[in-house]
């Protein structure tokens, strides 16, 4: 059974920073790119950045670039994603992503 679990989020003042974490079991994490996505009420559910199989390559929406970074552990099976320079737009629920497989997300509200 697949299962991906992110857990991070919270409340942070503007300019702050917070670390996400996504556990996956249940599947061969190792051979698996990974992707984080986020969404606000409302909107659509936007790619934020995408890390491939061994962490050597990495993709990121302009709104966020240069000020997060994707990680990964294969030897804990988890993806990380570390957000600084927090804005009030990155208020959303972040998730993560492998395959066609979801977590339930995890909320991140940027607020002072």
């Known amino acids: 059974q697949v299962q991906l679990v992110e857990s991070g989020g919270g409340l942070v003042q503007p300019g702050g920073s917070l670390r996400l974490s996504c556990a996956a079991s249940?599947?061969?994490?190792?051979?698996?790119?990974m992707s984080w996505y986020r969404q606000a009420p409302g909107n659509e559910r936007e790619l934020v950045a995408v890390i491939n199989t061994f962490g050597s390559s990495t993709y990121y929406a302009d709104s966020v670039k240069g000020r997060f970074t994707i990680s990964r552990d294969n030897a804990k099976n988890t993806m990380y994603l570390q957000m600084n320079s927090l804005q009030h737009d990155d208020t959303c629920v972040y998730y993560c992503s492998a395959w066609d497989f979801w977590g339930q997300g995890t909320q991140v509200t940027v607020s002072s």
């Open positions: 249940g599947f061969a994490f190792r051979s698996s790119g």
